[in-house]
């Protein structure tokens, strides 16, 4: 079992940047690779990035490619997702996911653990 809650969201504009936080609870954080999802007023919820039980791999939605970093400090519980260039498209909801399997995946269904979601705004 592992608990996940988001922090660093807000108000940005366009072209800036800002930096979220999931802290998970547990010691056995390094057991899961953990994701971002995003999910944008009336639109599906979208895979953003992954990261591995390591950190060595990572994966990231084609929309945000070269402009988001996920990273991991399995010595803090914690996983981060900076997020550079930011566009007004960007704006949503975004959440922290856990899943104990090693395979890296874009599926929502197959992380079993979600925090509450951080809103990220960013203005024109």
């Known amino acids: 079992q592992v608990q996940l809650v988001e922090s660093g969201g807000g108000l940005v504009q366009a072209g800036g940047s800002l930096r979220l936080s999931c802290a998970a609870s547990?010691?056995?954080?390094?057991?899961?690779?953990m994701a971002w999802f995003r999910q944008a007023p009336g639109k599906e919820r979208e895979f953003v990035a992954h990261i591995s039980r390591s950190g060595s791999n990572t994966y990231y939605a084609d929309s945000v490619k070269g402009r988001f970093t996920i990273s991991r400090d399995n010595a803090k519980n914690t996983v981060y997702l900076q997020m550079n260039s930011l566009k007004t498209e960007d704006t949503a909801v975004y959440y922290c996911?856990?899943?104990?399997?090693?395979?890296?995946?874009?599926?929502?269904?197959?992380?079993?653990?979600w925090g509450q979601g951080t809103q990220v705004t960013v203005s024109s």
């Open positions: 996911a856990a899943t104990g399997r090693s395979i890296m995946t874009m599926r929502s269904d197959f992380y079993g653990y």
């Open positions: 547990g010691r056995t954080f390094s057991t899961y690779a």
